[in-house]
């Protein structure tokens, strides 16, 4: 299994990026994903999920109205379109398998695999 993020960088608040993540080593498509961020010396935050066939996505409240997450099973990629920025966005963001029985609007939540991950940094 193996999960490479891209599109991270350093942008002013209120711009945007658009996150990649593309999986290899197993059936991306038969897999729930989500993407996950920790900020330094702060604990991982999941920040939003999408189901195999992308009909069902689920954002933190902070990422509501702002990130779009998206996948393309052709590509065996996932997206994370982030807009809005905000310096509290600051963090390294990576995509994850998630396992067990989540409960994300808790903050539980469990993966087998994540990727190296891809700095998010928003600053003036």
């Known amino acids: 299994v193996r999960l490479v993020e891209s599109g991270g960088g350093m942008v002013q608040p209120g711009g945007s990026l658009r996150l990649s993540c593309v999986a290899s080593?197993?059936?991306?498509?038969?897999?729930?994903m989500i993407w996950v961020r920790q900020a330094p010396g702060k604990e991982p935050e999941w920040v939003s999920y999408i189901n195999t066939a992308s009909t069902l996505t689920k954002y933190t409240d902070s990422a509501k109205g702002r990130f779009v997450i998206s996948r393309d099973n052709a590509k065996n990629t996932l997206y994370l379109q982030m807009n809005g920025l905000k310096p509290e966005d600051t963090a390294l963001y990576y995509c994850?398998?998630?396992?067990?029985?989540?409960?994300?609007?808790?903050?539980?939540?469990?993966?087998?695999?994540r990727g190296q991950g891809t700095q998010v940094t928003v600053t003036s």
């Open positions: 994850a398998r998630p396992v067990g029985i989540p409960q994300y609007e808790l903050g539980m939540f469990e993966y087998d695999y």
């Open positions: 080593g197993f059936s991306f498509v038969s897999w729930e």
